[in-house]
């Protein structure tokens, strides 16, 4: 608690002083209009009761799945209250996507496990041994993402199909809107329908590790030059300017606000995609590996078994 205050009495401070160099500088509009910088979200530390390393969160049917290694699934109708799930395996876990009647869950060694209400999960076949790293719902089929360009695709997250990629690059998350699905990683790849893919150019060399529709645009967040970057269309991508370069594991749409979570617990948010406003997450150490929005809030969660909610 003591360290939740510190926190936001530093932001609160960081945020006075802020406006008090635009003032004095005479930043605005010439009008003696200032702009000032969008409010920020406070942290809170959620008990998780475990310590083990988070990867990914999704949502279904009103509740948050998270998952990690050692077959780890924790659920919460909140993000604040948290139950164990029995996953039956024993892999790492890395990604968590649900259309309107399943969730799927992916992991190492071709792990895919699927489940109609987050408590009981069956195994699937997914036709490879490759790490699967991500998984997203397009609104007509599952799309799972991994080692070696491996791309899968499923109606019902149960028969699951190998697509060719074109590429042996790793990938790493997948977003979709209504005419065009988006996989990235150390590239990234667009398709219409999810069986032929075409290389778009990123505006970063190195990897990226998240990627989001928010309704009007796609955000992908990842890795020093591919920090954050953007696209209304899938094809184009824009570079914009973090509130500070630091590695990017997650991105998440809360209907108005993307929230972007990383290394050390690093997190900022943005209203539009482009002007960024930094925050400091609850936990001061770690990574936070993934994020969603549940409940008016955005949960991230992390390395140590470490969750964290707005507000």
Not at 70 to 96: A, C, E, H, K
Not at 248 to 253: D, I, M, N
Request: hydrophobic share 45%.
């Amino acid at each position: 608690m003591i360290r939740i205050v510190e926190m936001r009495l530093k932001q609160l401070l960081l945020g006075l002083l802020g406006l008090v160099g635009l003032l004095l500088s005479g930043c605005g509009d010439g009008g003696g209009h200032v702009e000032l910088s969008p409010e920020p979200f406070f942290w809170s530390i959620r008990s998780s009761g475990t310590v083990r390393d988070l990867f990914g969160i999704g949502t279904f049917s009103g509740q948050a799945a998270a998952v990690g290694i050692l077959g780890t699934i924790l659920t919460s109708p909140d993000g604040i209250t948290w139950t164990s799930r029995t996953s039956g395996v024993t892999v790492q876990l890395n990604g968590v996507a649900a259309s309107a009647t399943t969730a799927v869950a992916v992991g190492d060694a071709g792990t895919i496990i699927s489940s109609a209400d987050l408590v009981s999960w069956t195994p699937r076949t997914s036709g490879t041994a490759n790490r699967l790293r991500g998984v997203a719902w397009t609104g007509t089929q599952f799309v799972a993402v991994g080692d070696a360009g491996t791309i899968l695709t499923s109606p019902d997250g149960t028969t699951w199909t190998p697509q060719a990629s074109g590429t042996s690059i790793d990938l790493y998350a997948a977003a979709a809107n209504a005419t065009i699905i988006v996989v990235a990683g150390g590239g990234i790849f667009t398709s219409p329908s999810g069986t032929t893919w075409t290389p778009r150019t990123s505006v970063g060399s190195t990897p990226i590790h998240g990627v989001v529709w928010s309704g009007d645009q796609f955000l992908a967040v990842g890795s020093f030059t591919s920090n954050i970057q953007v696209s209304f269309d899938g094809m184009t991508w824009i570079a914009r300017q973090p509130a500070v370069v630091n590695t990017l594991f997650a991105a998440a749409w809360s209907g108005s606000d993307f929230m972007a979570v990383g290394q050390a617990g690093t997190t900022q948010h943005s209203a539009d995609g482009l002007s960024w406003t930094l925050e400091e997450s609850a936990t001061f150490a770690g990574n936070l590996n993934g994020v969603a929005w549940l409940s008016n809030r955005f949960i991230a969660v992390g390395s140590g078994g470490r969750i964290v909610t707005t507000p």
